[in-house]
């Protein structure tokens, strides 16, 4: 067939399950890199980045649409 494809739109949502961004959850980020979840709202997480003095708060849905995080897989996880 020799067609280029598109991802579909919602790839987001399978790579990035909003659900997963608990509190001491470790996630990355494209462009702040590792961090912790220090707080979570409904439509809000809070992270503390390696090596960054304030934490950051971004919009979950942004994120999941943009693919801004990956959560880091509980096994990979470091203590700190």
């Known amino acids: 067939y020799n067609k280029e494809l598109a ?5 987001g949502e399978i ?3 909003p659900d997963e961004l ?9 462009r702040f890199g590792s961090g912790k979840v220090i707080q979570r709202k409904k439509d809000t997480v809070t992270i503390r980045f390696r090596g960054i003095p304030l ?12 693919r801004l995080l990956t959560v880091v897989p509980e096994g990979d996880q470091t203590t700190s």
Request: some cysteine.
């Open 55 to 66: 934490p950051k708060t971004f919009h979950v849905e942004f994120c999941v649409q943009q």
């Open 15 to 17: 790579l990035l399950d």
């Open 22 to 30: 608990t509190v001491g959850r470790e996630v990355m980020h494209v």
């Open 7 to 11: 991802a579909s739109r919602y790839i």
